[in-house]
């Protein structure tokens, strides 16, 4: 699957934020905002539009995307959507918070976020509930293979290797 | 009514009390579920920001598995519901984009028509039930008084999930009520429970949990409902990290919302899918109040 440009990219992030009169409304509905004001949502995309990068803070990855900012914008800039688009060109340079490649890897082998215990699947005999049907992990293997995923976490363990 | 219900990994592997307790409503509603081999929704956030692609064509395979079989998605995590929503509003509004995915899924024998709905079981209870049905069922009304957590993903984006008002939601309290209950409002109702950063930054993320009940416990509630097992998780295990790292001492019971109707309909079995619980029901809807054992399955990650 080709994969859009940066340029392209940072080029729709651009256009998308294009309504934004910068009122406020959506870092004073931000959750996160409110208990560590050094997150504004609005501010984590201000870099973007205004120099056409992806500042090197990795802010971004404190975004709940819980998507106040987005609902209640009055110019319905969709900025929980912009944040995820920042995520995603962070992503392919390798900047990820270890946590989500740690989820990525137990998808890519499992198919699920979260293995089953022992202890669970005990449980889920007790309470009488059935043994659910098992993805195809190979199906997996192929998406994450052609949609840029296994490069992505390639290019995590590059930059792991050799910080800068 | 026959759905392929979509647990959700956090409900199967982690809490499937909660999935015994959809399965034990269903059938006296009339609901049929079926089991598909589903993948992970995917989690809406961390693995749509790490490769928006993978996410696309991962919902799209799930879509796709419901469609061969010919039936609607009923979701019972929010955050599912959310992906899965947000999945198909992509590939319903930008044929180009499905296109590409439908070249990956062609790989593994797939295809997504873009026939199939998701729905969220609040919804089906809600909507395609109805409260008086949901009250004809009730053996015993619970006369607590509960806080409803509505959760971000079943809320917003409003105009395409469409589940209730974003800013002023009624519908869980309607249900809350159909079963005995007090729902009483609270300002901060529409907020985040933080889980979304929990793997980021925890101060950040039991934080915003901290605001989150704070604003709850204001109104003195006996009972937290909630529609999502990530919040069920946040609330239940995540206030006793908030207490010991705020100082708080939140002692709140909360349930997912099947497990209460269950017990308002004095459905048989109850007493085990409630043993989970830090503070229970009996099967009369009476809370007993228990000593604390330690959740193993349901520690905040
Ligand atoms: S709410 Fe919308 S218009 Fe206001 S600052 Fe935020 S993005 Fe800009
Ligand atoms: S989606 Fe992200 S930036 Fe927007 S309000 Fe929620 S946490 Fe803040």
């Excluded at chain 1, 940072?10 to 870092?27: K, L, R, T, V």
């Excluded at chain 2, 999930?161 to 300002?187: C, F, H, T």
């Excluded at chain 2, 809807?285 to 054992?293: I, T």
Aim: charged share 25%; net charge negative.
């Amino acid at each position: 699957m080709e994969r859009t440009t940066d340029a392209d990219r940072i080029n729709e992030i651009q256009h998308s934020a294009q309504p934004c009169f910068q009122c406020g409304i959506c870092a004073a509905s931000c959750p996160i905002f409110r208990v560590a004001p050094d997150f504004n949502p609005r501010m984590a995309v201000d870099e973007v539009l205004r120099t056409g990068t992806v500042a090197m803070t990795g802010r971004e990855w404190f975004c709940a995307y819980c998507l106040m900012c987005e609902e209640r914008c009055p110019m319905e800039v969709a900025l929980s959507e912009i944040l995820i688009d920042i995520k995603n060109l962070s992503a392919n340079d390798g900047k990820v918070p270890p946590s989500i490649i740690e989820m990525m890897d137990v998808i890519r082998f499992t198919g699920k976020v979260s293995h089953a215990s022992k202890r669970t699947e005990k449980k889920r005999r007790e309470l009488g509930l059935p043994e659910l049907p098992k993805p195809d992990v190979d199906e997996v293997q192929t998406i994450f293979e052609m949609t840029g995923a296994l490069d992505r976490l390639m290019r995590f363990r590059e930059a792991e290797v050799e910080p800068e | 009514m026959r759905f392929a219900l979509f647990p959700g990994c956090t409900i199967s592997d982690r809490l499937p009390f909660i999935e015994k307790s959809i399965r034990m409503i269903a059938p006296h509603f009339n609901i049929e579920l079926i089991d598909l081999p589903f993948t992970c929704c995917p989690e809406p956030n961390s693995v749509r920001s790490f490769s928006d692609k993978t996410w696309l064509t991962m919902g799209a395979r799930n879509l796709a598995l419901a469609e061969e079989a010919g039936v609607n998605i009923m979701t019972a995590c929010a955050g599912c519901f959310e992906s899965l929503s947000m999945s198909k509003h992509v590939l319903d509004s930008k044929p180009s984009e499905k296109e590409e995915v439908n070249k990956v899924l062609k790989k593994i024998g797939k295809e997504y028509k873009g026939q199939v709905e998701v729905r969220h079981i609040q919804q089906v209870l809600y909507e395609d039930i109805g409260i008086e049905e949901i009250q004809r069922n009730v053996q015993y009304p619970i006369n607590y008084r509960a806080v409803i957590h509505p959760g971000c993903h079943t809320l917003r984006p409003q105009k395409i999930l469409n589940l209730d008002d974003a800013e002023a939601p009624m519908k869980l309290d309607e249900l809350v009520r159909a079963i005995g209950m007090e729902s009483l409002d609270y300002m901060d109702k529409v907020m985040c429970c933080g889980a979304g950063v929990r793997g980021i930054n925890r101060e950040i993320a039991f934080g915003v949990l901290r605001e989150k009940m704070d604003s709850m416990m204001m109104v003195d509630p006996e009972v937290a409902v909630v529609f999502c097992p990530t919040c069920f998780i946040s609330f239940e295990a995540g206030q006793k990290v908030v207490n010991r790292m705020f100082d708080k001492k939140y002692n709140l019971p909360v349930y997912y919302y099947t497990e209460i109707l269950a017990a308002a309909m004095g459905l048989e079995g109850v007493e085990s899918i409630l043993s989970e619980h830090r503070v229970k029901f009996s099967a009369l809807g009476m809370l007993v109040a228990k000593n604390e054992p330690e959740i193993e399955n349901a520690t905040p990650h």
